[in-house]
């Protein structure tokens, strides 16, 4: 197979020195525009010669044979390398194909993604098939190799074993490890880990960290253990004190952490004039946040807050490639790239009007081009969820002598309960909420309480989580019943309840993770349940990323999870979790 994948390769490459020779005609060509010239910094007025899904020319002249090409003229417009997202989640509700296109139609023409999802609902054979039909998409999808599940999971050392993370570091479409979120670990003495992460750097492939409020000390430590590059600084002297380490460092902008503002401001008060190892990312933010693009959006932020427009371009397209050793093949306008490309009205607006993917219109003059499904999700099992086995009534009983608070976004401290917690309703003028962790399978459970996510809504349900188990949160165990059964109806998803009555969903038809619509639909529905939480006492920022993180291990101070609630500092299981 390999053999034969050459063979056709090769066969590509003589066609393309064909194009040049005037013996073949380009599929494409983009007339009088003026590209950024990502290598020298300079925008440089050219033709573009394009056959298929590569650039084969830039540069002044013309093609002698122009038979079968597409002519655009681009005279007055600005192109520029199809943007990269080295550091993409992409199952925050929405699926990978679907947030693919979403993104390729603001310019975001690469994604950089989390392997998680595949750990929990394929095994390696069917999600290596998966990734391969990425591929086929006109966006190029990339992928990172996780090395443990950012929470507890009872089976850890089956779902992350060796003989897995050696075959998925070595997939030609995965092109990093991490991201680190398990490092207090390495730092402990985690021999595995540690073998994992060498034999990727072996690979040729760098380790994404994961490394939030890191002293120096620690950065070094990580340093030397292989880590390469780190998306946590929330501070521009954080920043810094990781470029001086030699890390490529990714600048936030999320739907949970929106720092980039203010952290291009830091770096440039702090005299940074060197943007190499820069890029952006937007973290796996939450469709709503993302309704206007990605890396865009990071782009346009970053000039505007005073960042050489140049160096913006770069950051959001070079730089990311040639972190992953893929700059042979993408972020910039030159021969044998992949034909990538965006299309702008102006050098300051990198807003795009015509997009290019793999030599593909997506957007096309502003108007969105159809882009044909290519993902068969049935093929792969991943379908609506199945209950065989019911919530019951004792299932809803709670004595727990501590709870969860939500101090902010991220952070959950303990605190104790100090109300009665078994009568069917809590009062509505206490903080508190029932919390119950259950399995998808309905084999075990975890009954607490939890502070500061809502005063009075009787029921939220979501399938989504960290470690794919349903998740309740309420005043009302009658209404938590409801919600499950609503949930069973629509085979996984989000579902709120209110004195007896469903307020709203969001099936979530495959695995009970992501949505099957599309992106516009799911971010009215988003919108929609935010709404509804904030009416009903909801005071934070987002509140889909407080639910995937409440059973996340790699976030302070306290996590409800399949093991039960843990100290995270510790590592210690403070309340086991209980067998239905």
């Given at each position: 197979m390999f053999a034969n994948d050459n063979y056709w390769r090769n066969r590509e490459l003589r066609q393309h020195v064909k194009v040049i020779d005037g013996l073949e005609s380009p599929t494409l060509i983009l007339k009088n525009g003026t590209y950024l010239n990502v290598f020298i910094k300079e925008w440089i007025k050219a033709n573009i010669w394009i056959y298929d899904d590569r650039i084969v020319y830039v540069g002044e002249k013309f093609p002698e044979n122009t038979d079968h090409a597409e002519i655009i003229d681009c005279e007055g417009k600005y192109l520029v390398p199809g943007y990269v997202e080295p550091h993409s989640h992409p199952f925050q509700l929405a699926n990978p194909e679907e947030l693919a296109n979403h993104a390729a139609r603001f310019g975001t023409t690469t994604l950089i993604n989390d392997n998680l999802m595949w750990h929990f609902l394929l095994d390696k054979k069917k999600a290596f098939s998966l990734i391969d039909e990425f591929n086929n998409l006109p966006m190029s999808m990339y992928w990172w190799a996780r090395f443990d599940s950012q929470t507890a999971l009872q089976d850890e050392g089956e779902v992350f074993n060796?003989?897995?993370?050696?075959?998925?570091?070595?997939?030609?479409?995965?092109?990093?490890?991490?991201?680190?979120?398990?490092?207090?670990?390495l730092l402990n003495g985690n021999d595995r880990l540690l073998y994992w992460i060498?034999?990727?750097?072996?690979?040729?492939?760098?380790?994404?960290?994961?490394?939030?409020?890191?002293?120096?000390?620690?950065?070094t430590k990580m340093k030397l253990l292989g880590v390469t590059a780190d998306h946590e600084p929330i501070t521009g002297e954080e920043v810094l004190r990781r470029l001086r380490l030699g890390y490529s460092v990714s600048l936030r902008n999320s739907s949970i952490r929106p720092d980039l503002p203010q952290l291009v401001e830091e770096i440039l008060d702090l005299g940074l004039s060197n943007y190499d190892n820069l890029t952006f990312t937007t973290d796996g933010s939450t469709p709503a946040f993302s309704k206007k693009g990605l890396i865009?959006?990071?782009?346009?932020?970053?000039?505007?807050?005073?960042?050489?427009?140049?160096?913006?371009?770069r950051m959001g397209s070079y730089n990311a490639a040639r972190h992953f050793r893929l700059d042979e093949t993408l972020g910039s306008i030159a021969p044998g790239r992949i034909a990538h490309i965006n299309i702008l009205d102006s050098k300051e607006n990198p807003h795009p009007v015509s997009v290019l993917a793999k030599g593909q219109w997506?957007?096309?003059?502003?108007?969105?081009?159809?882009?044909?499904?290519?993902?068969?999700?049935?093929?792969?099992g991943i379908a609506p969820l199945a209950f065989d086995w019911e919530l019951e009534q004792n299932d809803v009983q709670f004595?727990?002598?501590?709870?969860?608070?939500?101090?902010?976004?991220?952070?959950?401290k303990p605190y104790t309960i100090n109300i009665d917690i078994t009568p069917e309703e809590l009062p509505k003028d206490k903080e508190d909420a029932f919390l119950l962790l259950i399995d998808r399978n309905g084999k075990w459970r975890v009954n607490t309480t939890i502070k500061g996510f809502t005063n009075r809504l009787g029921a939220i349900a979501s399938s989504f989580s960290s470690s794919g188990d349903l998740i309740f949160i309420g005043k009302s165990k009658k209404d938590i019943l409801?919600?499950?059964?609503?949930?069973?109806?629509?085979?996984?998803?989000?579902?709120?309840?209110?004195?007896?009555?469903?307020?709203?969903?969001?099936p979530l038809s495959l695995g009970g993770m992501m949505s099957m619509e599309s992106m516009d639909?799911?971010?009215?529905?988003?919108?929609?349940?935010?709404?509804?939480?904030?009416?009903?006492?909801?005071?934070?920022?987002?509140?889909?990323y407080n639910i995937l993180f409440l059973s996340a291990t790699h976030l302070p101070y306290v996590r409800i999870t399949q093991q039960g609630i843990i100290d995270i500092k510790k590592r210690e299981v403070l309340f086991p979790a209980t067998m239905c």
């Open positions: 060796t003989d897995d993370i050696l075959s998925w570091i070595t997939h030609p479409s995965v092109v990093q490890g991490g991201e680190l979120t398990s490092w207090p670990s060498q034999e990727t750097k072996r690979h040729g492939k760098p380790i994404e960290g994961h490394l939030p409020g890191a002293s120096e000390k620690t950065l865009n959006v990071c782009i346009d932020i970053a000039i505007k807050k005073g960042i050489p427009l140049e160096d913006a371009y997506v957007l096309k003059e502003k108007e969105k081009q159809e882009l044909l499904t290519k993902i068969n999700w049935e093929k792969y004595s727990m002598p501590m709870g969860l608070e939500m101090v902010n976004n991220v952070i959950v409801l919600a499950w059964k609503r949930l069973k109806e629509i085979g996984g998803g989000i579902v709120l309840v209110h004195e007896g009555e469903v307020l709203t969903d969001l639909d799911i971010i009215e529905k988003e919108k929609q349940i935010k709404a509804y939480l904030k009416e009903f006492g909801y005071n934070y920022d987002d509140p889909i």
